[in-house]
C-alpha cells in the first residue's frame, strides 16, 4: 500500500476501490540476518568492500550501531519527503498529514473521507476514467502482463531483481548476487 500510494499521490485524481488497501504512509526497512543459520549449517561470507559501508545492512551479520543510525537517517529523510509529497499533491495541511503518516492503513472509503482519494471506483472505472483524460472514445481496452512466480535460484542469480514484472531488462539494471562457499 506504501509504495503505491505514494506514487498514486502525484496523480491529479486518485480512484480507489472501497474496500482497497490505501495509505500506510510510513517507511520501512526490513534488514533479515541468516548469520545465525548460515553458521548452523557450515556456511561463510567472504566481504571484500571498497569502503566501510559498502556492505551495510548484509543479511550475513548483525547492524553495528553506526550503521543503524545511518539507515535511520536515511529512513527519517524519506519518511519527511513522503509526507511533504503527500501534502503538496493532495493539498492537505502537513500537520494533518504527518497524523496519518504512522504507517497505519484505511479503506478506500475512509482514505476518501481523509482527503488521501478523490473518488471510488473500480478497475473499469478508472479504465474508462483514464481513457477520457487521454480522448479515447468509448471503453479502452487493457493488458494484463502475467506475473511470474518467485523463484529463488533467479533472485540469488539477479534474474529476479532484472525482471521484476517478468519483462527483460531492456538497459543498465540491479543485479543482486551472493557467492558462499562451504567449508
Known amino acids: 500500500a506504501s509504495g503505491g500510494y505514494y506514487v498514486a499521490s502525484a496523480a491529479d485524481r486518485i480512484l480507489a476501490n472501497p474496500g482497497t488497501i ?5 517507511v520501512i526497512m526490513q534488514i ?16 571484500i568492500k571498497s569502503g566501510a559501508y559498502k556492505d551495510l545492512a548484509s543479511a550475513t551479520r548483525e547492524l553495528t550501531p553506526d550503521e543503524r543510525r545511518i539507515l535511520q537517517s536515511v529512513l527519517d529523510d524519506v519518511h519527511d519527503q513522503f509526507i511533504q509529497a503527500v501534502a503538496n499533491s493532495r493539498r492537505l495541511e502537513r500537520r494533518r498529514v504527518e497524523q496519518l503518516a504512522d504507517g497505519r492503513i484505511f479503506s ?5 473521507e481523509l482527503g488521501l482519494v ?6 473499469q472505472d478508472a ?6 483524460l487521454a480522448g479515447i472514445p468509448g471503453r479502452p481496452a487493457a493488458t494484463q502482463i502475467e506475473k511470474r512466480r518467485f523463484s ?3 533472485l540469488l542469480t539477479g534474474w529476479q531483481l532484472n525482471e521484476p514484472w517478468g519483462l ?10 551472493y557467492l558462499f562457499y562451504l567449508q
Open 108 to 112: 478506500g472509503r475512509q482514505a476518501q
Open 32 to 47: 533479515p540476518n541468516f548469520s545465525e543459520l548460515l553458521q548452523k549449517v557450515g556456511i561463510r561470507s567472504v566481504v
Open 152 to 154: 529463488l535460484l533467479r
Open 127 to 132: 479504465l474508462v476514467r483514464a481513457g477520457a
Open 118 to 123: 478523490d473518488e471510488l471506483g473500480n478497475l
Open 22 to 26: 490505501t495509505g500506510s504512509i510510513g
Open 168 to 177: 527483460p531488462a531492456t538497459g543498465p539494471s540491479l543485479t543482486l548476487a
